[in-house]
């Protein structure tokens, strides 16, 4: 037994058991929490694979950016778990139908797989022998090539998004002071001071 | 039994490397220990103040003694906190921040691990250390955490964006993540390019990418919740933000996180930007001394400059440090990204 092997099932369990106790911790805060212990593992089994840099990608950007988001909006929720839990079962037909045309695309894809092993060959590239190129020169040299109109649409999908989410929360208020950081900078005591002689009495 | 394959190839591995970790802990946790201390000193100095100077001579066991006192007193756990999450927050921020050490090369050759993607490692464990505070912040069921939680989440993630383009700038002129070859590949370059017939500081990377050292030096300071970035526990409004209910040990945990996660984005500081463990001019005096003696240098100078800042700058407001994170640092180090790729692709130094 090797100790990758060791390193898989340990991983792929508690990958499995997370991602389990995501749907049935209770409190919403365990379950992100749960979530973010699913993807740690997740990244692991890809480092086994040899796909560092996806891997310490799946860190960055979804455990330490998205991942940072969801806990943010589930703990300023205020959920009354008893009144959700009420209508629970309306949302069995819909939940059951998604469950089921996952299950049957996984039984697809596996199902070809043992039909035929050297399919899954034809599909993709070679993958480049890991010690004659790093890991993210072959991937940079798929990306920016052969998938470069789909990266190029991917970017133009989050831009959108991007634009979208900006639009709906830009609101401009008049009645609101906002500080103009290059207006105070640029400021001198020329024309922000005037001395005047005021005659006792008077007033200007 | 010490020849046998399995001793070699399963047990003598994970042991060397087992001793190697245990090392470097247990000289970081002592330099974090005087990292303390000179903080402190620094910090009173500049206020013509005296500094911990009663424990030991000039005060040196001063750590000592905190540490002494923090780990026999009784950790109190508020009774309408969520308790498991409460225990494990600070240990969240404790072991993320120790971990990424296991990357940073002291000397050429000294680190636990040398992967191919080092820098992307320090990277991503960094942006994981929000984790501890958000944690806690929630777990203590209290205002004034939670309001630091929320606090640091969008700062720590704001800065983040800046590291990772200032990190892409550096990879475009190193072509690698290997946190060896960074330091490497700052042996020659502008100073060398220019004419200068040896080696020396005008090679490194600060010189070259001028702009993007600031922006990192600023982000550092952020993105590790020091003044005057310090928002999430801000004493004069928070009390002590995500550490108000903490006590004991865990308070500890949370301060040596905070602390090692400092000295580790000095060490960042000196590979990315000030060579590493290269001599400052490569004639004889200077490198005859040993690399990770002008490494551990480097570190404290960035170090001095991060309190001195501490104890000069007032605390940034809230909108104010959003506006510096988007508004200034992302355009700024998005523009320097395409520079430095126009710049290397135009020379042909790429």
Redesign the interface.
Known sequence: MS?IALFFYLFATVTVASAFMVIASR?P??SV?FL?LAFFNASGLFMLMGA??LA??L??VY???VA??F??VV??LDVDFAELREGFLQYLPIGGIIGAVLAIELILVLGSYTIDPGDAQTAVQPIPDLAET???KAIGDLLYTRYIFFFQLSGLVLLVAMIGAIVLTLSHRDDVKR?N?SDQVNRNSKDAVTLRGVKSGEGI | MFESEFFLTYVAPPLWMLGQSVLLLVLLLVFVAYILYADRKIFAAVQMRRGPNVVGPWGLLQSFADLLKFVIKEPIIPSGANKGVFLLAPLVAGVLALSAWAVVPIADGWAVADPNLGLLFVFAISSLEVYGIIMGGWASNSKYPFLASLRSAAQMVSYEVSIGFVIITVLLCVGSLNLTDVVNSQADGLGTRIGLPVNSFLDWHWLALFPMFIVFFISAIAETNRPPFDLPEAESELVAGHMVEYSSTPFLLFFLGEFVAICLMCALTTILFLGGWLPPIDIAPFNWIHGSVWFVLKGLFVFFCMAMVRSIVPRYRYDQLMRLGWKVFLPLSLFMVFATAFVLQIMGWA
Do not use: D, K, P
């Open positions: 100790v409190n805060v365990h929490l973010i560092e840099f310490l990608i860190i960055v455990v330490g950016a940072v988001l806990l943010f703990m300023m790093s890991n993210i500080q950081i």
